[in-house]
């Protein structure tokens, strides 16, 4: 079993909708979860962090948390052509475990 | 500011040869980590220093990987001898120091795109 896994898409979804991306982890004692964009070619970019159950919000983005289902997801509201990329869930601090990515494609 | 860099961002290497790949951390941080990208697969872990100090280096594939950070400034990953499954792309981040229990933001960089013939 794999420690973080995303499904791998693609995630196709028009402007303006809501573009929900899935990530479940395996280690019960995992504390802290991350979002990354990737651009092709680009360098993984942190957008939203979440350490407590619940939801944390910024700006067009959501990140949800649930320890007990060892699931976190990223909500991106408006989706723009701009936010298609690569995203990445990302489990623990110092030695960070990711998932493969979703692909996400913003069609216009 | 600068961001983190690193060099080359494409080596094409045959197998057997040694390759070092160089990684200049964001100024001031002193964390600083490698990771791995091979084909396909998920970004994994490699190792991560605390200024000059190897802090975790549990996600190192075997001996053949030497990674150091003489100073506590850049750092360097060498290779030797490289074998095809050593190809792939291999970030490094840096961040601030961080207390006991708290976390701050890894700053990727641009990657080397390491291919092994």
């Known amino acids: 079993q794999k420690e973080v896994e995303q499904n791998s898409g693609p995630l196709s979804v028009p402007e303006g909708a809501i573009a929900s991306l899935n990530c479940t982890y395996s280690?019960?004692?995992?504390?802290?979860f991350f979002w990354y964009r990737q651009y092709s070619g680009k360098s993984p970019e942190l957008i939203m962090f979440?350490?407590?159950?619940g939801d944390k919000e910024d700006g067009r983005f959501t990140a949800q948390l649930n320890k007990a289902s060892q699931y976190v997801s990223l909500l991106i509201r408006d989706s723009q052509p701009s936010d298609s990329a690569t995203y990445l869930c990302a489990v623990g601090g110092n030695d960070m475990r990711f998932g493969a990515g979703t692909r996400l494609t913003v069609k216009p | 500011e600068a961001g983190v860099t690193q060099f080359p961002s494409h080596s094409v290497i045959e197998k057997g040869q040694t390759v070092t790949l160089r990684c200049d951390p964001i100024s001031g941080h002193d964390n600083l980590y490698w990771y791995r990208r091979v084909m396909g697969k998920e970004i994994k872990f490699l190792l991560h220093f605390v200024k000059e100090s190897k802090q975790d280096e549990s996600g190192m594939p075997n001996n053949r990987f030497l990674a150091e950070r003489t100073g506590g400034t850049y750092s360097t990953l060498k290779v030797q001898p490289a074998e095809l499954e050593d190809s792939g792309v291999y970030f490094c981040?840096?961040?601030?120091?961080?207390?006991?229990?708290?976390?701050?933001?890894?700053?990727f960089g641009p990657g080397t795109r390491l291919t092994v013939l």
């Open positions: 979440i350490y407590s159950n």
């Open positions: 981040a840096s961040s601030q120091y961080s207390l006991a229990g708290s976390y701050n933001e890894q700053f």
């Open positions: 280690d019960r004692g995992s504390q802290s």
